[in-house]
């Protein structure tokens, strides 16, 4: 028996999908990248923006389509993850012939349900109806913990998922609604998965939570120390790791002891992910986001400070209701201090169950569509000189893979997290080389070994 995974949405969700890999590999199936060979097709989703839920309902009447087209039953086709969770029966209903639905909290149960429906299915005859499950469960951050590689590199560099869900509530943000409230796995489940990742050659990791450094806050006694920064210094102390990332965190829990944290612990990555969403004051209190500009700012310069080539990247928001062309000039202010090297701009989607949604959508298209426009040209010239500068020196490099186009080029990031090509062989991939940057482009550097 084969699956295919498909994965839409962020990181969280491709962990989620190598979870729910390896649940169908301990059955006994194997993961397939080919769809046409499947005997199940997982579709796990993102709802994010509508783009994304539509992108995936797009994909799944394709697939259903086709199998209609071969007069078979089989493969079995589910959705899980967040839109399976936002839309739940709804799904069944627009999507005829769809196999299941598991929710976002479920993905745990994912090859459970389809192995069952492909058993089902290969006595031919009964049709099955739907199985639809988003009901609650606040112990899936127990077990997802389950490693298969399904990205390229990510038998060098994985990921682990720390906690689950948010509560944080940005107004925007359908998030909270279909991932639940935040639940911070135990600190030593963490640790002995880290330390078995090592152990099967993984020499990265990039902790994954919506909130990643309010790691165990709801569990927090009052005036303990950070959690996250307690599970930074233990991974930090495991041998074999090299290097240790983390995405993606909320200013208003960045404070003193985690700006501390870079240069103290050596395997810590000078490189941060730190979502702005918009510079105006006043649009970050209406989208609920409890820090002010200057407040970014602050963290932003005493990164800076601490570490350096410190690489700053994060998400902005553009349309957001009432965003008047001074509240984007003072995002578009903060952009260029923060000097962010690499971004996300969104524009501004209403999502059906969250509190701006009830507000109207009122910035026109074309206005969102300038605003991205002016972001993404002065992220252009800001990564493009954030390159430049790196050009003649030597940095270390974890070599990940195989690069995408070039006879033995290879591939590989630097501690900031810029993409380097090199020529190099097989035999580099999982080692720690020095490179020299020779030339640059706004989204990679060529770069040669030096030792
Ligand atoms: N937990 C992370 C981000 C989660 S979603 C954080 O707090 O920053 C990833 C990004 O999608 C967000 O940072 C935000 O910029 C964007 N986003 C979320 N909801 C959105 C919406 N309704 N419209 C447009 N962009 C949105
Ligand atoms: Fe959404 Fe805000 Fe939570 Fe991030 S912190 S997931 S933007 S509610
Ligand atoms: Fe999308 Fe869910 Fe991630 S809504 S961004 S896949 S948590």
């Not at 135990?186 to 090592?198: K, M, N, Q, S, Y």
Request: glycine letters at 6%.
């Amino acid at each position: 028996m084969k699956a295919h995974i498909r994965t839409y949405g962020c990181q969280m969700n491709e962990r989620d999908s190598e979870n729910i890999a390896a649940n169908f590999v301990e059955r006994g199936w194997s993961i397939t990248n080919n769809e046409d060979e499947a005997d199940a097709i997982i579709v796990n989703t993102c709802s994010v923006r509508e783009q994304a839920e539509n992108k995936a309902i797009g994909k799944l009447g394709h697939l259903i389509n086709y199998r209609n087209f071969t007069g078979k039953n089989l493969p079995v086709i589910g959705v899980t993850g967040c839109m399976a969770q936002n839309r739940g029966g709804q799904l069944v209903k627009i999507l005829p012939g769809l196999d299941f639905v598991a929710g976002a909290r479920k993905t745990h149960k994912v090859a459970d349900i389809a192995e069952q429906i492909y058993r089902q299915k290969l006595t031919g005859r009964v049709p099955v109806a739907p199985v639809v499950d988003v009901s609650d469960d606040l112990t899936s951050h127990l077990n997802i913990d389950k490693h298969y590689p399904l990205a390229r590199s990510s038998k060098v560099c994985a990921f682990v998922s720390i906690m689950q869900g948010c509560q944080m509530n940005c107004s925007y943000c359908i998030v909270p609604k279909v991932r639940g409230p935040m639940r911070s796995r135990p600190t030593a489940d963490i640790v002995a998965e880290v330390r078995a990742l090592v152990d099967s050659g993984v020499k990265e990791v990039t902790l994954l939570g919506q909130v990643v450094n309010a790691f165990g806050i709801e569990r927090r006694a009052p005036g303990k120390v950070s959690e996250f920064v307690d599970l930074l210094e233990r991974l930090n102390a495991i041998e074999g790791l090299q290097r240790i990332r983390f995405t993606s965190p909320h200013p208003s829990f960045f404070k003193d002891d985690l700006i501390e944290a870079y240069g103290r612990l050596e395997k810590l990555c000078q490189y941060v992910h730190l979502p702005l969403q918009s510079g105006s004051n006043s649009i970050l209190r209406a989208m609920n986001r409890p820090y002010r500009a200057e407040d970014f700012l602050r963290i932003a310069e005493r990164l800076r400070e601490k570490v350096a080539d410190m690489s700053i990247s994060t998400d902005v928001i553009v349309g957001y209701p009432g965003e008047t062309p001074e509240d984007f000039r003072q995002t578009v202010d903060v952009f260029k201090q923060a000097a962010f090297d690499m971004a996300f701009i969104f524009k501004y989607s209403p999502r059906e169950g969250t509190k701006s949604a009830q507000q109207p959508d009122d910035v026109p298209e074309s206005i969102k569509d300038q605003r991205n426009k002016i972001l993404l040209e002065i992220l252009g010239e800001q990564s493009m000189r954030f390159h430049e500068n790196m050009i003649g020196r030597t940095f270390d490099v974890l070599v990940e893979d195989r690069a995408k186009r070039g006879q033995d080029m290879f591939m590989g990031r630097t501690r900031n997290h810029r993409k380097c090509i090199f020529k190099a062989d097989e035999s580099y991939i999982a080692k720690t080389v020095n490179v020299k940057i020779n030339s640059a482009t706004v989204t990679a550097l060529s770069a040669e070994i030096v030792g």
